[in-house]
C-alpha cells in the first residue's frame, strides 16, 4: 500500500504551529482569533471608528479591495456593520464599521 507524501493543503491562517510566521491573534471571551498582516490592519482601522467605504479603507490602507478581508474577519467572528448609503449620482455603496459597544469591549 502506498502512503501519500504530502499532507493535504490547509488554509494560509492555519498553517504553522506556532505564531512567529506574521500571524497575529486577539485574545477576548477566552477564545483567540489568528489574524494576516492585512486583515489586522483592517481590522486596526475599522476600530479607530467612523463609517468608511471600500474606496476610503482601499485609500488609507493602499489595498485594492479590503471586500475580502471584511468577508474573512466576518467569519472568525468579528462583527463588522455595514450600511448602505444612496450616492449624490444614483448609485449606492456600503459604509463598514466596528459599533461602539463592541469596540469598547
Do not use: C
Not at 2 to 10: C, F, I, L, N, V
Request: charged content about 30%.
Amino acid at each position: 500500500m502506498k502512503q501519500k507524501e504530502q499532507a493535504p493543503g490547509t488554509r494560509s491562517e492555519y498553517a504553522g504551529a506556532n505564531n512567529g510566521t506574521g500571524k497575529y491573534t486577539q485574545s477576548g471571551n477566552d477564545m483567540q482569533i489568528l489574524f494576516g498582516h492585512h486583515q489586522r490592519r483592517v481590522y486596526n482601522f475599522l476600530l479607530q471608528g467612523g463609517r468608511h467605504s471600500v474606496a476610503d479603507i482601499s485609500a488609507a490602507l493602499r489595498l485594492s479591495d479590503p471586500r475580502a478581508l471584511i468577508r474573512d474577519l466576518r467569519h472568525k467572528g468579528i462583527a463588522i456593520s455595514d450600511e448602505w448609503v444612496k450616492a449624490e449620482h444614483g448609485g449606492r455603496f456600503k459604509r463598514y464599521f466596528i459599533r461602539k459597544e463592541v469596540r469598547d469591549e
